[in-house]
């Protein structure tokens, strides 16, 4: 086996180079980071140790904040899942019109393209001290909006749009014959829901939990915003450790404890959801019509549910904007444009540098998202499998880990990168461009091998067949690791707050500063200006696309023909 592969790379140069330089790089950013951290956590002047474990473990203040980061993560992951579990049977069963999903798809995609914080500030905005809602409208005095509901209730919002994106696909697929047959034996609707739909939708329902108990342990901002001294979280903790306390060790073993719920939850996932079958796509006979499954008073009650949580959302981000037009909410609401004089003056080398890493990580993360989906697909190369999974790890692992062990990693010689571009560059493609490498892959295995042999058997290299006819037909692949990579860049924070230096920061850094500093305004304009420059963005991405797949297919097309 090692001996072909080796024979292989011989006679392809090209891919031979491709494969040791992902490797070198993996090695440099992923694994040489995670090693950095756990050599942080368990040595101390080369002596194994673990006393600092235990001294940090042992404080009293930061069991509280495990436990509250359990708790947490538990209600965000039940809640944000049943949200979308709502939205995704809505959508999928509800029978709506294509206008109107495709304004609820509009609602809920807007917090997965802002700062994972922007409804925490929305939140203050409404139930604050001087909230619109609490002060204003209710005439309350003296409420406050921090602690465990109010956090509980921004992260559900902000992250439940992926339990929608993870189960709108599962219940499109289920074969209808199924739930067909259920009823035809004499089934109500509720019993065919309860007893066939239901149980076929566990795999999704278990990732999506996942999902959403990983996001919500490795937010820092929400709960650094709105749960304060009242609900610390490990990730804040964390935070504090180092940027207050300047402790690294510290900080590292906080983080380093986000893994055991993580991995705890993950493996009770695999084990719930191994233990039944969930086949129901055989190819004999699937039903082509989705099965009625809701009358008419539920799918109003659906589209009810729904259309709350989306005026909600609609709500928050109006809000945000409004808030962004005058002098300040709560106290003066009279129309200004002052907020965005501040950050497009004081705040320009902040936006200038978020769009120049952005750039740079955009194209570097696509392109290695493609070539390492390639390469792991349609190369027999040795170790193809371990390359996946490497290049996965900083995908799956909490944020504020993968900060921490950059800064850990590279604070230092050999490799000194601390306070530059590179690193926030480097975590961005190695963190988010595995997006890319999972659309790669789920294309390549729809299409030909005989196409790429073809070429090869006409005398064209491997890296001539790659650009010629293989890259042609995955750029869909392609342009979704730039969106990804884009948005992330963008909007991401519990990695790179680590990472920022006085030579580079990011918007969303200099939103939370902004927060932190009561200057509620700037904040507010900086969140609905990353939300324009994503949306801009991502519709130029979508219009490139379309004008390039259609030459695209057109060579395609004319080559088989010829």
């Not at 509980?152 to 439940?160: H, K, M, N, P, W």
């Not at 901002?221 to 990730?235: C, E, H, R, Y």
């Not at 170790?383 to 996965?392: I, K, P, T, Y």
Request: proline share 4%; hydrophobic share 55%.
């Amino acid at each position: 086996m090692i001996a072909s592969s080796v024979a292989r790379l011989r006679r392809d140069p090209a891919v031979a180079v491709a494969v040791m330089v992902l490797w070198l790089l993996l090695a440099l950013f992923v694994l040489y980071p995670l090693g950095a951290l756990l050599g942080r956590v368990l040595f101390d002047d080369g002596a194994f140790t673990v006393s600092s474990v235990v001294k940090v473990l042992a404080d009293k203040h930061q069991q509280r904040a495990f436990w509250n980061s359990l708790l947490l993560a538990m209600l965000v992951g039940g809640v944000g899942t049943l949200i979308g579990f709502l939205f995704a049977y809505t959508a999928a069963r509800g029978r709506l019109p294509h206008w109107l999903l495709a304004v609820v798809d509009a609602a809920v995609l807007l917090p997965l393209v802002s700062p994972p914080f922007t409804t925490a500030i929305a939140m203050i905005f409404s139930f604050g001290p001087r909230g619109l809602i609490t002060y204003d409208l209710l005439g309350l005095r003296g409420v406050t909006v921090y602690g465990l509901t109010s956090t509980a209730c921004s992260e559900v919002l902000t992250y439940f749009p992926i339990a929608y994106l993870t189960l709108r696909p599962l219940l499109a697929g289920i074969d209808s014959n199924i739930e067909g047959m259920a009823q035809s034996l004499g089934a109500s609707r509720w019993r065919v829901f309860r007893t066939v739909t239901l149980p076929l939708c566990v795999p999704g329902l278990a990732n999506a939990f996942l999902l959403l108990f990983a996001a919500s342990l490795a937010d820092f901002a929400t709960p650094l915003i709105l749960g304060g001294n009242q609900f610390p979280v490990l990730p804040t903790q964390a935070y504090l450790q180092i940027t207050g306390l300047f402790d690294l060790r510290g900080g590292a073993v906080l983080s380093f404890a986000l893994l055991v719920p993580a991995f705890v939850v993950f493996l009770l996932q695999r084990y719930w959801v191994s233990r039944r079958f969930y086949v129901t796509v055989t190819g004999k006979g699937a039903g082509q019509a989705p099965f009625d499954s809701i009358t008419e008073g539920v799918r109003w009650v659906l589209l009810g549910g729904c259309a709350l949580v989306t005026l909600v959302i609609v709500y928050f981000y109006a809000l945000l904007l409004y808030a962004s037009l005058v002098v300040a909410l709560g106290a003066n609401h009279a129309f200004t444009l002052q907020h965005y004089k501040v950050i497009f003056t004081e705040g320009l080398r902040v936006i200038r540098d978020t769009l120049i890493i952005a750039g740079f990580a955009m194209p570097l993360g696509g392109l290695y998202g493609v070539l390492l989906g390639y390469l792991v697909t349609r190369k027999k190369i040795f170790g193809a499998r371990s390359m996946e999974l490497v290049s996965m790890i900083n995908y799956a692992l909490p944020g504020t880990i993968v900060g921490i062990a950059y800064l850990i990693a590279f604070n230092d010689p050999p490799v000194e990168l601390t306070g530059t571009a590179l690193i926030i560059i480097a975590c961005y493609v190695f963190r988010y461009g595995p997006t890319g490498i999972r659309a790669t892959v789920a294309l390549l295995q729809q299409i030909d091998k005989s196409l790429e042999e073809a070429s090869q058997g006409l005398g064209a290299g491997s890296g001539t067949t790659f650009r010629r006819v293989t890259l042609p037909l995955i750029v869909p692949a392609f342009f979704a690791g730039l969106g990804v990579v884009f948005i992330r860049s963008m909007t991401a924070i519990s990695a790179t707050i680590f990472l920022v230096s006085i030579s580079w920061s990011l918007v969303t850094v200099k939103i939370l500063e902004n927060m932190t500093e009561l200057s509620l305004g700037p904040a507010a304009a900086f969140s609905v200006l990353v939300v324009v420059i994503v949306f801009v963005v991502i519709a130029l991405i979508g219009q490139a696309l379309r004008l390039l797949r259609a030459p695209g297919a057109a060579r395609l097309s004319g080559m088989l023909g010829g």
